[in-house]
């Protein structure tokens, strides 16, 4: 069961008890209590057991009875809650909308049910009523600012309002440091994005910049820092920049690879990423520094050093893309009828890799094929990560 159900447990009980505190006070209401008192129960009963129509038509009776008190408060709130859970969206909004409507609502209690009403609104996708009510309750001094806050957030993230976003994560910094931080640069690198593809340059390396200020660590900042160096022709820096993330995210080193090598090219200085690639190689093996290093080693020592290589990390830590590796630089070297059979399994295994995902969300597992900032599963930022082992890095 849900955390936010036990939640809604607890305030329905804390309702009970006070309504019917208030209810056994007078005496003509007995009959009322015992009611109230046997629906509750019922209808919490019904949570328990996860059966939410039976609970909500449970709550719907208590109403009845009591139908205009401000004791229903709670219950009214729990009800169109239950509504938005079951899928009944437009339901929870009657409920929350009338009872908003009601003149003897307190204030605090008017910003509750605007902060219900605005989860409403996001389930149905209505994303301005949403901001226009979070917005009220985000200025408010109170305790459910923050809840709030972190709905706003979620309405610009799905808007891509980035300077609203970073507006919004920097007041719920304090005590949510590490993620916080952690979407601030994911924004910054946003807005970079934007930048760099209207070729203003300078402002993305500003976002960037802003963006590592936020996380040291954020390696999709290095990541385009790093692409913007190299398309300036900058390649010392380019080469420094994607260096940086064997400190920010081990996962990662494998995307720094393909441009490493190009900035070698480059250069023509292609050992001058070695020793990035050997202690890559130690800390954090994966194909793609193999096959680097084992194409650096062809240059210098020529193609048996280098095959011998590959076969000696393979047997040490096996994959498919090293395989698929061997069996390219050994296609070079054969010609006639065993280059045609080397060639058919060099496509199967081609077609295999291709047909895996390269990509996985730590957080929920989601797979694809593309590298995602923000899983597109569970929204969480930063957790798709190149894929390891056979079948990956
Ligand atoms: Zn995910």
């Not at 069961?1 to 329905?12: G, K, Q, R």
């Not at 908003?100 to 609104?121: F, G, H, I, M, T």
Request: glycine share 6%.
């Amino acid at each position: 069961m849900p955390e936010w159900v036990l939640l809604l447990l607890l305030v329905a009980a804390i309702a009970i008890g006070y309504t019917l505190g208030r209810i056994e006070r007078g005496k003509k209401r007995n009959k009322i209590a015992g009611d109230l008192s046997q629906n509750y129960f019922l209808g919490l009963n019904y949570l328990l057991n996860d059966q939410t129509d039976e609970a909500i038509d449970t709550f719907v009776r208590s109403l009845d009875v009591t139908s205009d008190s401000v004791e229903t408060f709670e219950t009214r709130i729990t009800l169109g809650r239950l509504y938005g859970r079951r899928g009944d969206v437009e339901r929870a909004i009657q409920v929350h909308q009338g009872l908003l409507a009601k003149p003897s609502l307190e204030y605090k209690q008017s910003l509750r049910v605007q902060l219900e009403l605005a989860r409403d609104y996001l389930s149905a996708g209505l994303l301005d009523r949403a901001e226009a009510l979070l917005r009220d309750v985000s200025r408010s001094e109170s305790e459910i600012k923050y809840e709030a806050l972190e709905l706003l957030l979620d309405v610009y993230q799905q808007e891509k309002e980035w300077p609203k976003a970073i507006e919004v994560a920097e007041q719920l910094l304090p005590g949510n440091e590490a993620s916080c931080r952690t979407k601030l640069a994911h924004y910054s690198c946003e807005l970079a994005q934007r930048s760099l593809e209207r070729r203003e340059y300078h402002d993305a390396r500003e976002f960037l910049k802003q963006a590592l200020n936020y996380d040291r660590n954020s390696v999709r900042a290095s990541l385009m820092l790093g692409a913007i160096e190299f398309d300036k022709e900058h390649y010392k820096a380019a080469s420094k920049t994607l260096q940086r993330v064997f400190q920010q995210d081990l996962a990662f080193i494998s995307e720094t690879i393909p441009l490493l090598v190009k900035v070698g090219s480059r250069l023509g200085r292609f050992h001058s990423i070695d020793g990035y690639l050997n202690k890559c190689l130690k800390e954090q093996p994966s194909t793609a520094v193999m096959l680097a290093l084992a194409e650096n080693i062809r240059r210098s020592d020529g193609d048996e050093r280098a095959n011998r290589f590959i076969v000696q990390q393979l047997v040490r830590r096996p994959s498919l893309k090293g395989l698929y590796g061997l069996i390219e630089m050994h296609l070079e070297q054969l010609e006639g009828s065993s280059k045609e059979n080397l060639e058919l399994l060099s496509n199967l295994v081609s077609r295999v890799i291709r047909s895996k995902p390269v990509y996985r969300c730590i957080q929920c597992g989601f797979s694809g094929k593309e590298l995602y900032w923000q899983c597109p599963s569970c929204k969480e930022w930063g957790c798709v990560k190149p894929i390891r082992g056979i079948e990956g890095q």
